[in-house]
């Protein structure tokens, strides 16, 4: 009976999986393979370069790269070696980075590319790190010599292949596997402990509840140093499924065409912008193609609508949706690939209205919960009995229950063992029982789906005493077409205001429509017509709020929320505190014009 190692589970894929495509990556404008026997041989060559460089068992190794092969090879290389990976995100300062090299003391660290590498070069030369291992070949290592590419990284010490034989008769479930930094959207970061049972068991209820085989091409976008992407190409690898590592996601929609995933992690926004993309290319179109459209999606809805009733399917809506598929869907799902079987989705809440588009057109987008402290989901979607508005059905084997305040409490085997060098911290979200305090508010529905309605830290409390979802409401707003992000402010306020970005190649093109005279984006966002124009479309999208919830007063703004100005993480959520404080100005603003 397979315990679910996760090196134990490589060896026995590459033994079964041998010269079959394990990876693949972009290289020189193509694409490059890399088999399962490459794959394991480089992966012993890494960690027998480890010991050889004095590596202990339990020892910490960061990786601080973008998505590629290599950061895989190194991951599951510390791991043979019985270390523990401390992924860093790729667009993290040096301050950010410092803290977790001082926190976890990593000596060794791992860097993808020029930019990870020079501040590493920092950390170096500063003492907080030993040695340098750069995954990039281009790199300018810029002559130190405590840094060394990894293609040349070898084991020098004949006893490194002894010592690896001998460290994998010791593997112990309860070795870490990994110390995952929270992203410090409210407080400093935190390291989340996972061991080797903690991902045994997401190994294990993703093989029940998920099928995925040889035949899969998995497209990994989000990054690696986030356990929802980390944990998922552990998955994938586990069932011979070919990873295929992008870089930069920013340019997913430009290879989706080439690498054709049939399933593929991602966060809402990823569908929240194509679902706005699309609409506002048919609103441009032809009067005909508008009502093919709209006739197509109504099919569409109505077919999935019937589904999800547990109605029989109906002839003539069948009929009709063959034709609808024909001349819309089709077209559409090619441009995601056209391979997907299914297509995960988590992180943050989907717009029901988003998530319906996408499967009735075709494109299966299977809504989940998670956290970093779970070793990922905690729910997700079945294959075909699901309800649209929640994020699922519980994993196999994990409990749910409510706290106060409507707190969803998880209780699993994939639950942390807690917060690396923070023990107050840990006896804050753990139970005694092992009941792990999750931060957000939900319920269990009578169908037995999670249903998750607000993130309990980040309730807004007006000066009315008034609670307000963030998140719901920007959820709300964030679907239009012309808006690329929010933020809205409204703690310890007499109302809602928002900060928004617009999404600036639809206003401009709408701007153009309009033939309205500017000479640079400030003066497009503070155009009365523009003004008002958002102001109808705020009013029209916010009618579903309740009128405390709804947006009184907004600006708009001439650039984005970034990770590099630290405003938002690198999953996309938003730092409040950052951006309330570089935009002072203008939210005092809003509520000074207000008598």
């Not at 008769?169 to 061991?195: A, C, H, R, W």
């Not at 190649?505 to 008002?532: C, D, G, M, S, W």
């Not at 479309?537 to 590099?564: D, G, I, N």
Request: net charge neutral; glycine share 6%.
């Amino acid at each position: 009976m397979t315990r679910y190692h996760l090196v134990e589970l490589l060896r026995e894929r590459i033994s079964q999986s041998g010269n079959n495509e394990a990876m693949r990556y972009e290289a020189n404008g193509g694409w490059r393979s890399i088999s399962w026997q490459q794959f394991g041989e480089q992966v012993q060559v890494f960690a027998q370069a480890l010991i050889s460089s004095g590596h202990q068992v339990g020892d910490k190794v960061g990786i601080f790269s973008r998505n590629m092969p290599e950061w895989t090879i190194a991951d599951y290389g510390i791991l043979s070696a019985r270390g523990v990976v401390v992924p860093i995100y790729p667009t993290n300062t040096l301050a950010q980075t410092r803290y977790i090299i001082q926190d976890a003391n990593i000596d060794i660290l791992c860097v993808g590319e020029q930019g990870q590498y020079d501040l590493a070069l920092e950390l170096l030369n500063n003492g907080d790190i030993q040695q340098i291992i750069v995954f990039d070949d281009s790199v300018d290592l810029k002559g130190c010599t405590n840094a060394v590419y990894s293609s040349y990284f070898v084991a020098a010490d004949s006893n490194a292949h002894s010592e690896l034989l001998n460290r994998s008769e010791q593997f112990d479930m309860t070795d870490l596997v990994t110390l995952i930094y929270t992203s410090g959207t409210t407080g400093e970061p935190k390291g989340v402990m996972l061991d080797f049972a903690n991902f045994a068991a997401a190994m294990k209820v993703h093989d029940e509840r998920l099928e995925l085989n040889e035949s899969d091409v998995s497209l990994c976008m989000l990054p690696l140093s986030h356990v929802y992407e980390r944990g998922w190409t552990y998955f994938a690898l586990f069932k011979g499924a070919t990873n295929v590592y992008l870089r930069d996601p920013s340019r997913v929609m430009d290879v989706i065409e080439q690498v054709k995933p049939s399933v593929m992690c991602a966060v809402p926004r990823l569908y929240e912008k194509a679902y706005a993309t699309i609409h506002a290319k048919v609103a441009q179109a032809p009067k005909l193609r508008q009502q093919i459209f709209s006739w197509a999606s109504k099919i569409a809805l109505a077919r999935l609508r019937r589904s999800q009733s547990g109605l029989a399917s109906n002839w003539w809506i069948e009929q009709q949706y063959k034709l609808a598929d024909r001349l819309v869907f089709t077209k559409l799902r090619a441009r995601f690939g056209g391979n997907c079987r299914f297509f995960p989705v988590g992180g943050a809440g989907l717009d029901k209205d988003v998530h319906q588009f996408f499967l009735a057109a075709g494109i299966h987008l299977k809504l989940g919960y998670g956290m970093t402290e779970t070793t990922a989901t905690v729910s997700c979607f079945n294959d075909q009995d699901f309800t649209l508005g929640t994020v699922g059905t519980p994993m196999p084997g994990i409990e749910l229950k409510q706290g106060p305040n409507n707190e969803i409490w998880v209780k699993g085997d994939t639950v942390m063992r807690g917060y690396y060098n923070k023990p107050s911290a840990t006896a804050e979200v753990l139970t005694a029982d092992g009941w792990l305090k999750t931060g957000d508010a939900g319920y269990i529905n009578d169908h037995g789906d999670l249903v998750f309605t607000e993130r309990l830290k980040e309730l807004m409390k007006t000066s009315n005493g008034k609670y307000v979802a963030p998140q719901l409401v920007e959820g709300t707003l964030g679907k239009d077409r012309l808006i690329e992000q929010i933020a809205i402010v409204a703690d310890a306020r007499n109302f809602v205001s928002a900060l928004i970005v617009p999404c600036f190649e639809t206003l401009e093109e709408h701007a153009k429509a309009l033939n309205l005279a500017y000479k640079e984006r400030l003066e497009l966002v503070k155009h009365p017509q523009i003004v008002a124009m958002f102001n109808e479309r705020l009013e029209a999208l916010q009618k579903s709020l309740a009128r405390y919830e709804q947006v009184k007063r907004f600006t708009l703004l001439t650039k984005p929320f970034s990770m590099e100005l630290g405003e938002i993480t690198p999953t996309l959520k938003l730092r409040r505190k950052v951006i309330y404080s570089r935009y002072q100005n203008e939210i005092e603003a809003m509520y000074s014009a207000v008598s």
